[in-house]
């Protein structure tokens, strides 16, 4: 089955740039949504398809993929960005809905 | 406004079923695939399955293939998630979440159910 590896943590200070990593075999050929999850609530998509982000989502989020690594990027970050990230992606060859571990983010 | 709205917190013993229920309003309720995932505390997220409202047509991981069936009455616009035989490994909550293809991200999600088995 397809697998996808996040680092469990990344940490940043406020107003810098966080970068949270998505591991996977040629994982630039699929399409990878990243959801973020606050505790307590259920998770919130926050970039779809690499890079699109839905309505009401601020332009600080952002998202790339190429090759093997997928990146969600959060410039300037807030203390509210303080969360569990996950991305996800659909895989035909198994499971089709495939997540990745989640990187808790900490805003310094 | 998109609403998923899912049944109150749950508690079984080990070897019962129970069957969670996820009522959707704001959109028309067959164009749109309904998936579940559930998260044990402290832990990532696992996809379930998915059924297709429309069809009837459902896909299940194989982690629970045998133990989880997904089925959904279009007249009150509402699915549901039965997971039979169960643990306390699967004591977890459980979400249900809309999407509008297998490949299509998540966009609207409901609120959780707490489910958890105990003897």
């Known amino acids: 089955s397809y697998v996808l590896t996040q680092p469990p943590s990344v940490s940043v200070a406020p107003g810098k740039t966080a970068r949270i990593t998505c591991g996977g075999n040629n994982i630039g050929s699929k399409s990878v949504h990243w959801y973020q999850q606050k505790p307590g609530q259920a998770p919130v998509l926050v970039i779809y398809y690499d890079s699109d982000r839905p309505s009401g989502i601020p332009e600080r989020f952002s998202g790339s993929n190429s090759g093997n690594t997928a990146t969600l990027t959060i410039s300037r970050v807030e203390a509210g960005d303080e969360a569990d990230y996950y991305c996800?992606?659909?895989?035909?060859?198994?499971?089709?809905?495939?997540f990745g571990g989640g990187t808790k983010l900490t805003v310094l | 406004q998109v609403q998923l709205v899912q049944s109150g917190a749950e508690v079984k013993k080990p070897g019962a079923s129970v069957k969670v229920s996820c009522k959707a309003s704001g959109y028309t309720f067959t164009s749109y695939d309904i998936n579940w995932v559930r998260q044990a505390t402290g832990q990532g997220l696992e996809w379930m399955g998915w059924?297709?409202?429309?069809?009837?047509?459902?896909g299940y991981a194989q982690k629970f293939q045998g133990r989880v069936t997904m089925t959904r009455n279009t007249s009150i616009s509402t699915a549901y998630m039965e997971l039979s035989s169960l643990r306390s490994e699967d004591t977890a909550v459980y979400y249900c979440a809309r999407a509008e293809y297998s490949s299509s991200p998540a966009d609207y999600w409901g609120q959780g159910t707490l489910v958890t088995v105990s003897s």
């Open positions: 059924m297709n409202p429309n069809s009837g047509n459902t």
């Open positions: 996800q992606v659909w895989d035909s060859s198994s499971d089709p809905w495939v």
